[in-house]
């Protein structure tokens, strides 16, 4: 089960009856879905909403999409129904997960701002354990650069604007 004060921060952010980052995929995942093989298990892993696990459903994968909100899967869920696909939705916080071993034949994870450094090394760790031989990771973040736009993405080059994982910082 989630951190409480993770699962509260997101759940909050998502309250809103829209979606905050819409429902139509990140834009590098649908530049890069093709290098998935047909029929790909994929964990997409804090997926939010579930606007990437969505797509990758309606590309033909079997999606395991993970998110610390009960909120925004439950939208995830919602849009999952609404576009006839089937997703396999898991509530977990990434700190604490057991990565399961040589699971999955990718890994996606769009915008990691959440995570500090000292979680953003767990993250790899876990994927790396996740992912068969020869797995796809499919990885969009932010570049330091990203700081001086203040478009989006951490305030600050520690990670998340709620003090959580900041190790090192």
Avoid at 7 to 35: C, I, K, M, Q, S
Avoid at 106 to 120: E, S, T
Avoid at 147 to 166: E, K, M, N, V
Wanted: aromatic fraction near 10%; charged fraction near 25%; charge should be negative.
């Amino acid at each position: 089960m989630a951190e409480p004060d993770q699962a509260a921060f997101w759940d909050e952010r998502y309250a809103t009856g829209e979606y905050l980052f819409g429902t139509a995929p990140n834009a590098f995942l649908a530049r890069e879905v093709h290098g998935l093989a047909p029929g790909s298990k994929v964990l997409a892993i804090a997926d939010g909403e579930g606007r990437n696990s969505v797509f990758l459903a309606q590309h033909g994968h079997r999606v395991v999409a993970t998110d610390v909100s009960a909120r925004a899967l439950d939208k995830a869920r919602a849009l999952a129904k609404r576009r006839g696909v089937e997703v396999e939705y898991w509530q977990v916080n990434l700190a604490e997960w057991e990565w399961p071993a040589e699971a999955f034949d990718a890994v996606v994870g769009i915008f990691r701002q959440f995570a500090g450094p000292g979680l953003r090394e767990d993250i790899f760790d876990g994927i790396h354990r996740s992912l068969k031989r020869g797995g796809l990771l499919l990885l969009e973040g932010y570049r330091e650069e990203q700081l001086a736009f203040q478009t989006g993405g951490p305030p600050s080059i520690c990670g998340d604007d709620i003090g959580h994982h900041q190790h090192n910082c």
